[in-house]
């Protein structure tokens, strides 16, 4: 499986961005998918997660701002992100969990949000 994240951009606070993450190769149905975030000399953290059936789960600095969503026939996740601030910036990379041990990432696009 390959992952291909995009949609990356630099926006003003307040602003908004959506990241799209396709995947190329095995369907992604019955897979969690996430979302995460590193800054610069930070470690890498975790945005949102969405399980094959929908359900979700959120980091609290983005409750309420940020709403990850799939479609599976596209093979397909997104991560609309409204209501930046400048702590969002960061490279985000979106992750498929295909077992114990088994994650692939995407190559990362990077968000900057000015104040």
């Known amino acids: 499986v390959q992952l291909q994240a995009s949609g990356g951009g630099s926006v003003q606070a307040g602003g908004s961005l959506k990241l799209s993450c396709v995947s190329s190769?095995?369907?992604?149905?019955?897979?969690?998918m996430a979302w995460y975030r590193q800054a610069s000399g930070e470690q890498r953290e975790l945005v949102a997660s969405?399980?094959?059936?929908?359900?979700?789960n959120y980091a609290e600095s983005v409750k309420g701002r940020f709403t990850i969503s799939r479609d599976n026939a596209k093979n397909t996740m997104t991560l609309q992100m409204n209501s930046l601030k400048p702590e969002d910036t960061a490279v985000y990379y979106c992750?498929?969990?295909?077992?114990?041990?088994?994650?692939?990432w995407g190559q990362g696009t990077q968000v900057t949000v000015s104040s």
């Open positions: 992750k498929i969990n295909r077992g114990v041990g088994n994650d692939s």
């Open positions: 969405i399980t094959g059936a929908g359900s979700t």
């Open positions: 190769g095995r369907r992604i149905n019955d897979y969690v």
